[in-house]
């Protein structure tokens, strides 16, 4: 009797099966399908052959001739059973590695496109800065021009750069307090100058003068405090504003951020300082006579040597 070894199919078909695996991690895919029709093809003429055999063989009955040829077919059964695995295993593995390349590709544009995007960004950077710097150059350049409007202008340009740069702001806020000292400094005669009131009542003068009206302060020099004054950006630590020696008097710098700004030796007086944050802020020998200091915070202010004459306190008391 013939004897159809039926386990050998079974492992040649779990061997195939593992060979499909490797192949199509090898990108072999595609020499595998050529392999799996081939073995088609001459699976199906090795199936005709053996049953034209069994038909031919003139010593067996029709009973052996039906038992050998139905164990035949199980065998051929199995084996096709198992040409119908690989065929399956061969275009899962085909969608599987088109899947994988098409992940590494998907993977390899985004990689691009975030490498585009940094591009752009770092572009974007670059071209912000420039354009920041050529803006601060003209700004300067316009802060030293005759007219006011042209110079009110920079002042603001300044105050822009500064809310859209916080890296920027602090040296904008020192170019502009240079501009306040350059510009509304305090004179020597003003700074030698004694209390005339009290001269006039040791010589009991009978037509004693009003103290002259103080001249309104500047435009321009108003509105670079009021830039000073409403910075967004924390200052540096370790930093100050530096308005010594400046006679600003009857500015208004109402709710103005001043924190350890320095007005030492600064001529204050009749300024607005109501509600002016002013928490450590230097004040040695600044003149802040008839000043306007209701509910300022005045923490840790050094007001040594500081005219308060006339003064509006935070209480609302006034200084004698």
């Known amino acids: 009797m013939i004897a159809f070894p039926v386990g050998d199919w079974e492992r040649g078909i779990v061997y195939l099966g593992?060979?499909?695996?490797?192949?199509?991690?090898?990108?072999?895919?595609?020499?595998?399908?050529?392999?799996?029709?081939?073995?088609?093809?001459?699976?199906?003429?090795?199936?005709?052959?053996?049953?034209l055999g069994i038909l031919n063989i003139e010593c067996w009955t029709l009973k052996e001739k039906y038992e050998y040829g139905t164990k035949a077919l199980t065998a051929i059964g199995t084996v096709f059973g198992g040409i119908a695995v690989f065929i399956n295993a061969f275009f899962a593995a085909k969608r599987a590695y088109a899947m994988e390349e098409t992940a590494k590709a998907a993977n390899e544009s985004a990689k691009a496109a975030n490498k585009n995007a940094e591009a752009a960004n770092k572009n974007a950077e670059a071209a912000n800065e420039k354009q920041i710097t050529e803006r601060f150059a003209k700004a300067i350049e316009q802060l030293a021009s005759e007219k006011?409007?042209?110079?009110?202008?920079?002042?603001?340009?300044?105050?822009?750069?500064?809310?859209?740069?916080?890296?920027?702001?602090?040296?904008?806020?020192?170019?502009?307090t240079a501009f306040v000292r350059e510009n509304a400094p305090i004179k020597k005669e003003e700074k030698s100058q004694k209390k005339k009131p009290l001269i006039d009542e040791f010589l009991n003068t009978q037509n004693k003068k009003e103290i002259e009206e103080l001249p309104k302060l500047q435009l321009d020099i108003q509105e670079c405090l009021t830039v000073i004054g409403r910075r967004e950006h924390p200052d540096p630590e370790n930093k100050r504003l530096d308005l010594s020696n400046v006679n600003i008097s009857k500015a208004n710098l109402k709710k103005a951020k001043l924190e350890k700004a320095n007005f030492e030796g600064a001529k204050l007086e009749e300024v607005n300082l109501i509600l002016a944050?002013?928490?450590?802020t230097i004040f040695i020998g600044a003149s802040l006579q008839k000043a306007y200091l209701e509910q300022a915070d005045l923490k840790g202010a050094f007001l040594s040597k500081a005219n308060l004459e006339g003064a509006t306190m935070p209480d609302g008391s006034i200084h004698d």
């Open 18 to 51: 593992n060979k499909i695996n490797t192949m199509s991690n090898d990108n072999n895919i595609d020499t595998l399908g050529n392999w799996l029709l081939a073995i088609g093809v001459i699976f199906i003429l090795f199936v005709g052959g053996i049953f």
């Open 277 to 280: 944050k002013l928490k450590g």
């Open 148 to 176: 006011i409007e042209v110079r009110l202008g920079a002042i603001y340009t300044l105050e822009r750069i500064a809310k859209d740069s916080e890296k920027d702001q602090w040296t904008i806020m020192e170019v502009l």
